[in-house]
């Protein structure tokens, strides 16, 4: 008999990046393998914030839908409504959060009365999702892993969003009942376990994000790509791709894009979407910016072609945030074996990762001339192709998706691959 599994967290499928994405792979790969799969969910909304299309329609309701994912066994995914502030703020993700928790556990009492599942893994952010999966745990007996993206409340004490020490002591204790009950703990990068490993109190699994490296992969046609988008085939693209919020700092690319002016042929391209992009393209067009562009969100279809246009990749953060996520956008970079540029500080798992493997030039984030001298070394290309040499063999070797899944599988489920 198959093993049962329920996903519980607020990004899914058909969400284009970041954490749903993710999620929606994993149980993709997970129903492919023979597992029975389930997931509760919300209607996708990241990283636009708003409901998409054809889920908008009914974003108020309570719907069950059968999903076959990548021409694989359907699984049930169950959506509950949940508020989703068109401007996001401190105090609205936190409206967000309790809006989830609450429909996710009406949800997830009606599920408890149906057969049982033997794991349940939970998607943090946000953190107190954690709960639901201990009641599950405690209902069931199931497995319950405990798998974290971001470090939620670290990133919103370092951004300034949660400053009340009261309520960030309230919150960690919150956060380490939850580890206490978790049977397994993960996150994605090196420096994330070591920080949660420390907090609380046990060992945590390395599950990190993965590529599709058949999908993403180098291509050499670079001036018919570019072409493709409008470009001229002898532009040089830096481009910055992914989700356009304030924590990513992207003002610094304005700010590079200012230092390049002179520089007719050099094109700064911001893709993506986010509730910081308006305010960002006043900003370019404030400084009369005229090298640098904006593209919507591309469809899977066109995303390798898009990453292999560009000539440098910028993975731009800011400081205080540096080892608290891992960022999504890295993994299908370094599969086109681009050339990526890091603002990353020393302390943080990121700037390890890139200076133990080469994978690119690494400055210290929020440091303007670092980066825009790294900008001026990538356009003289003399010493890059080893690091693009370094960024594609790294992905193939650690972030292939069929790879990270079966570690997942033998050290966080503990069962074989059934198919």
Not at 106 to 135: C, I, N, T
Not at 156 to 165: H, Q, T, V
Request: proline residues 6%; hydrophobic residues 45%.
């Amino acid at each position: 008999m198959s093993k049962r599994i329920l996903l519980l967290g607020y990004n899914f499928y058909p969400e284009p990046t970041g954490i749903g994405k993710y999620s929606g792979e994993m149980m993709q790969w997970l129903a492919r393998h023979g597992y029975d799969c389930q997931v509760l969910t919300t209607y996708p909304y990241y990283p636009y914030w708003q409901v998409q299309a054809p889920y908008d329609a009914h974003r108020f309701r309570f719907r069950t839908e059968a999903l076959a994912l990548g021409g694989g066994p359907a699984m049930q995914v169950h959506r509950v409504p949940m508020y989703v502030p068109s401007k996001p703020s401190g105090l609205k993700r936190i409206l967000l959060d309790i809006s989830f928790s609450v429909t996710a556990l009406g949800k997830l009492l009606h599920l408890l009365a149906g057969p049982r599942f033997d794991y349940v893994l939970v998607v943090a952010p946000s953190f107190q999702f954690g709960l639901l999966g201990m009641l599950a745990k405690r209902w069931w007996g199931a497995r319950f892993i405990y798998h974290v993206q971001d470090m939620q409340i670290e990133a919103a004490r370092d951004l300034g969003l949660l400053k009340s020490p009261r309520a960030l002591t309230t919150l960690f204790r919150l956060e380490k009942h939850i580890f206490d009950h978790a049977d397994v703990v993960s996150s994605i990068s090196d420096g994330m376990v070591r920080r949660i490993a420390h907090k609380a109190g046990k060992p945590v699994a390395f599950f990190p994000n993965w590529a599709d490296t058949t999908l993403i992969h180098p291509l050499q046609n670079k001036g018919e790509l570019k072409a493709s988008f409008n470009f001229e085939p002898g532009d040089y693209l830096a481009l910055y791709s992914g989700a356009i919020g304030e924590k990513q700092g992207l003002e610094a690319v304005l700010h590079a894009a200012q230092e390049f002016a002179a520089y007719p042929r050099v094109k700064f391209v911001i893709c993506g979407s986010g509730p910081y992009e308006q305010t960002l393209r006043g900003l370019a067009t404030q400084m009369g910016l005229a090298n640098v562009h904006f593209l919507p969100l591309q469809p899977v279809e066109r995303l390798n072609a898009l990453l292999n246009a560009a000539d440098v990749h910028l993975v731009i953060q800011k400081a205080n945030a540096s080892d608290l996520v891992m960022p999504s956008k890295l993994t299908n970079i370094l599969a086109v074996g681009g050339l990526v540029i890091i603002t990353a500080n020393p302390e943080s798992s990121l700037y390890e990762l890139a200076q133990q493997h080469r994978l690119g030039l690494v400055v210290p984030a929020e440091n303007q001339p670092a980066l825009n001298a790294a900008l001026h070394e990538a356009l003289g290309g003399d010493s890059t192709a080893e690091l693009q040499a370094n960024a594609r063999a790294y992905a193939e070797r650690y972030l292939a998706v069929d790879n990270v899944m079966q570690a997942f599988v033998g050290q966080v489920l503990h069962t074989p691959v059934l198919a």
